[in-house]
C-alpha cells in the first residue's frame, strides 16, 4: 500500500538560501543591474572552475550554442548532426542558423547517440556535431574524436576559423554536466566548445543563464573569440555598457546587426552564490542517487549510471527503465506517483515524436532505440532539498506502485 501520509515532493525546485538573496540585493543596491562587474567575475570564477582560459555567459545555453555555430560560420548548406534523444534545443539551434539538422539514434539501451550510425551520418556538408551530455553524464568523447579525425577528408572548411579545426567540429550540450568529469577531465575541457545551462531546474542556477567555453589547445585566439560571443550577445555593439561607462567613452559602432542574449548582473548574482556552494550540493546529489541506486537496482529496475571508475556524473537526472512495460503503463505510474505527492518527470520524449521535427521530415520509426529509452523512462525526483526521509518517501512509493 502507498504511505498514507501524504508528502508533497516537488521535481526539481530551486536551491535558493540567504547567500543568493543578500547577493542580489547588494546588485539591486549597486545600481548595476544589466550586465556589469558580476558578470565578469562569475565568467572568470567559471573559467578558473571548469580549467579554462575564459567563458562567456549568456541567458541560456540555447544562446551559447546558436552563437557558437553561428561565430564558426555555420549556416544554409550545412549539416549538423545531434541526437534524436534530446530537448529540442540541442537541434532547434540548427535550425535557426540555416543548416540542415540531422538526428541519429540511441545506441540499444543507451542514452547515447550509436557511434556507427553517427560515422554513417557524416558527409562533406557535415559542419559540427552536437552530442549531449544527458543527466550530467559526459558522452564518449574519445570515441567521438576518432570518428571525425576518420572523417577529416571529407572537410571542406569556409572561413578561417574552420581551417584552424579542419575537421568537424565537436560543441557539446552540456546544459546537464557542470561539474562532471571523465578520464580526470572536467566537462568543458574535453569538447572543442561546451555550452552549459543554468536555469531554474539545473544544478547551479542562475534563473535563465547559459555560459560557453572552449578548449585552451585549439590555437585560437581567446580574446579575438571572446570579442565575437561579446558582439553577438550585444547587437554587435563594440562597447558593452560597462565600457561605455569610462569617461568619455560613450561613442560606440555597430560592427553587425546581431542579438541581445547577455547575462546580466542580477543573474550572475546568483550564480556566483551558487557556485561557492557547488561541490557541496554535487556530493549531496552523490548521496541521493545513491539511495535510490541501493533500494531500486536489486529490484530490476534499470539506471543511468552516474559514477564509476573513470567517470563521475554531475548528478543532475535520475533517469530509470521499467523492463517490459510500455508506454501507457509508464504514464500511468507517472499519474500515481502524483496522486501520492511525488512529482516525475520524463527525460525526453524523442525529437521525431513532436509536430515540429514531424514537419521537417522526420519519423519516429527510424528512431526504434530511441523510442525504447522513451517507452518505459521515468525521471523521479532528484535535488538538494530533498531530504532523506523525502527520497525514503519516493522509493516506498514507487515500489509500492510497480508492484501492485
Known sequence: MIETKLRVIPFSPPDITDMEIEEVTKALKSGWITTGYRTKEFEKRIADYVGTNKAICLNSATAAMELTLRILGIGPGDEVITSAYTYTASASVIEHVGAKIILVDTAPDSFEMDYSKLAAAITEKTKAIIPVDIAGKMCDYDTLYEIVESKRDLFYPKNEIQRIYNRVIIMADAAHSFGGERKGMKSGQVADFTCFSFHAVKNLTTAEGGAVVWRNDRNVDDEWLYKQYMLYSLHGQSKDALAKTQKGAWEYDIVYTAYKCNMTDIMSSIGLMQLDRYEEMLERRK???????????????????????????????????????????????????????????????????????????????????????????ISLPLHTLLSDEDVEYVIKNFISIIED
Open 287 to 377: 548521496e541521493i542517487i545513491e539511495m535510490y541506486d541501493k533500494a531500486l537496482l536489486p529490484l530490476g529496475i534499470q539506471s543511468l549510471q552516474h559514477y564509476g571508475e573513470d567517470f563521475s556524473s554531475s548528478g543532475h537526472l535520475y533517469l530509470i527503465r521499467i523492463p517490459e512495460i510500455i508506454e501507457e503503463k509508464r504514464n500511468d505510474i507517472v499519474i500515481e506517483m502524483a496522486e501520492a505527492g511525488v512529482s516525475c518527470n520524463v527525460h525526453y520524449k524523442p525529437l521525431p515524436m513532436f509536430t515540429a521535427y514531424k514537419n521537417l521530415g522526420f519519423d519516429i520509426r527510424d528512431y526504434p532505440n530511441a523510442y525504447k529509452q522513451y517507452a518505459n523512462g
